[in-house]
C-alpha cells in the first residue's frame, strides 16, 4: 500500500482540495482508496460530505479501535476526523510511542493507495502521518510566502527519515492555484529552477468549481468533470501511477 501524507504547515494552500480530488482521480483509475482526515477542524471529511460521525480517527488513534470506514464510492472510503481530534496531541505526546500510533493502525488495512491530508501545523499529527508514509506530497500554493516555508517542511522531513522513517520517499512538490498573473508564475518558476525534479509537472490551476465543490460536499468529478480542476487532478492522478 502506497501511504502517501498530503503536507504543508501553512493553512488555506490546497492539502484537503488536494486529498479529496487526487483520491477520487486515483478511485477512477481502478485503484482502492482511503482517504485519512487526521485535522481536527474535518475539512476533508466535511468536503467529502461527512459532516458528523459516531467514531473518528481519534477513537483509533487514542483507544486503538480500528479505523472507522466510511465508503463514498466504488474504491473510495474516507477515515474521518471530528473535533475531539485536537485533545489528541497531548495525549499522544504522553505516551512512549504516541508518534506510532497511525502507522499500526494502517498495518491493519489493504488498500492501494491511502492518502492522508494533514493539519496546518508540523505537530505530532503530522509527524504520525509522516511516520506512517511510504510518500510525501509538499502542497505548494504559488505565493511567496508559501514558499518561503518550504525547507522547514524539509528539514522536518530530514529529520524523520534520520531518526524515525528511513524509508520515507519525497514523491514531489506540488504547485496549487495557479493562474496567469505574472506573480504566480514567477512563483511557480523559482521553485522549479530551486527544487527541479521534485517538484511535479502537473500544476493545479486556480479554479473557481474546486471550491464550490468542496462547500457541496463532493469531488470536483462529481460537481464539475469538464473543469479546469478535474483535468489537473486526472493529470496528477497519471502522473504518480507513472511514477
Known sequence: MKI???????????????????GKALALEGKKVLVIDIDPQANLSQSLGVESTENSIYHSLIENTPLPLHQLDDNFYLCPSDLDLSEAETKLQNDVNGYFQLKKLLKKQNFDYCLIDCPPSLGILTVNALVAATDLLIVVQ???????????????????????NPELNILGMLITQLNNTVFRKSVSETVKDMYQSSVFETSIRQNIALAEATSQGKSIFEYAPDSNGAEDYRKLAKEILNK
Not at 4 to 22: F, P, Q, R
Not at 146 to 151: C, P, R, S, T, Y
Open 142 to 164: 504559488a505565493e511567496f510566502l508559501a514558499m518561503k516555508g518550504l525547507q522547514n517542511i524539509l528539514d522536518l522531513t530530514e529529520r524523520i527519515q534520520e531518526n524515525l
Open 4 to 22: 502517501i501524507a498530503i503536507v504543508n504547515h501553512k493553512g488555506g494552500v490546497g492539502k484537503t482540495t488536494t486529498t479529496a480530488n487526487l
